[in-house]
């Protein structure tokens, strides 16, 4: 069976770091795109950024570059969001996704990220 | 960047009847003869559910009564009959090109 399987909920101070993961089951990443996406309380889906994890490449919305990076490991079929510096505006729930013909056809479950002192 | 316009912004549809949302992007998402504009549904609590991909291809396993049409700028999902279980929020989202930005999504509520 395909699946995400992302880490627990964080409860991080601002200005901290945190590093999500998101480990693929029933597929091997090298052969995918792996996105990641963004959701606040009560709010919309925001796309985050991709990673290609046959070769590193990645990408992230402009708005996120000075906050997000995007990091895989091959050997252990994972894919990574670390978020830097953080604050209260990052206070979400974070979604990893796999795409497939252009569409994010299987997702994690989601890990909650609390920012707060 | 493209913006993804959604509305309504929320709708209430009597069972089985049909509910209608468009989704209306700034410029262009076709891309070599595609159209890059997918739907996902998602439930409080739940990640989101992939339902149509390309504008009018059903993912495996998705009920018939979803359908989506559209090319170029305006896109549509319809639900028809509607369900109790249909009961969420709907996100169109363009992949012609990075960033793949979402809609603003539509809550549909069942009558």
């Known amino acids: 069976e395909v699946q995400l399987q992302q880490s627990g909920a964080e409860l991080v101070r601002p200005g901290a770091l945190v590093k999500l993961s998101c480990k693929a089951s029933?597929?091997?990443?090298?052969?995918?795109?792996l996105h990641w996406v963004k959701q606040r309380p009560e709010e919309g889906l925001e796309w985050i950024g991709w990673?290609?994890?046959?070769?590193?490449?990645?990408i992230c919305e402009p708005k996120f570059q000075d906050k997000a990076s995007i990091t895989a490991d091959t050997s252990s079929n994972t894919a990574y969001l670390q978020l830097s510096s953080l604050t209260s505006e990052d206070t979400a729930v974070y979604y990893c996704?796999?795409?497939?013909?252009?569409?994010?056809?299987?997702w994690g479950q989601g890990t909650s990220v609390t920012v707060s002192s | 960047d493209i913006v993804l316009t959604q509305s309504p912004a929320s709708l209430a549809v009597s069972l089985g009847q049909r509910a209608t949302i468009s989704c209306k992007a700034s410029?262009?998402?076709?891309?070599?003869?595609?159209?890059?504009m997918n739907w996902y549904q998602q439930k409080p609590g739940q990640p989101p559910k992939l339902l149509i991909y390309?504008?009018?291809n059903l993912k495996s396993g998705i009920p018939a009564r979803f359908s989506g049409s559209g090319s170029g700028t305006d896109f549509t999902l319809n639900i028809h009959p509607v369900e109790e279980e249909d009961a969420a929020t709907y996100y169109c989202?363009?992949?012609?090109?990075?960033?793949?930005?979402f809609g603003g999504g539509t809550k549909l509520e069942i009558k």
């Open positions: 410029q262009s998402v076709d891309y070599d003869g595609d159209s890059y």
């Open positions: 390309a504008a009018s």
């Open positions: 029933g597929f091997n990443i090298k052969d995918y795109y």
């Open positions: 996704a796999r795409e497939v013909r252009r569409a994010m056809d299987c």
């Open positions: 990673i290609d994890p046959e070769n590193g490449n990645s």
């Open positions: 989202q363009k992949s012609n090109e990075d960033p793949y930005t």
